[in-house]
């Protein structure tokens, strides 16, 4: 029942940006913490941000801090990631995950699946 649907990635150069967006349905969206999680080829994956249910808080991985924003519409059940300066070796598949309680855990529950983002030139 529960659905995550990630879209907005692509090709971005170096320095380029990206904003993903997660739809969500099937649960009640603001009762829930929203993360970010992404995972690059022959790597394993890696926890990117995550977002209060309320989005009144936000946390970030240390090398994003400054260049990724994590926003959610609780109306419109919405989560999304915008990514600035990007780096080639921020080429992932990036995964909306659901979260077990209102915080940002790194409990995962339900995933999307992914949307990929490829820096280069």
């Known amino acids: 029942q529960v659905q995550l649907v990630e879209s907005g990635g692509g090709l971005a150069q170096p320095g380029g940006s990206l904003r993903l967006s997660c739809a969500a349905s099937?649960?009640?969206?603001?009762?829930?913490?929203m993360m970010w999680v992404r995972q690059a080829p022959e790597k394993g994956l890696e926890w990117v941000s995550g977002?209060?249910?309320?989005?009144?808080?936000?946390y970030y991985l240390e090398s994003g801090k400054g260049r990724f924003t994590m926003s959610r519409d609780n109306d419109k059940k919405t989560l999304y990631l915008q990514m600035n300066n990007l780096k080639p070796e921020e080429t992932a598949l990036y995964y909306c995950?659901?979260?077990?309680?209102?915080?940002?855990?790194?409990?995962?529950?339900?995933w999307g699946q992914g949307t990929q983002v490829t820096v280069s030139s």
């Open positions: 995950v659901k979260g077990t309680g209102r915080g940002t855990s790194r409990k995962y529950d339900y």
């Open positions: 099937g649960f009640t969206f603001g009762m829930y913490g």
């Open positions: 977002i209060y249910s309320d989005g009144g808080k936000s």
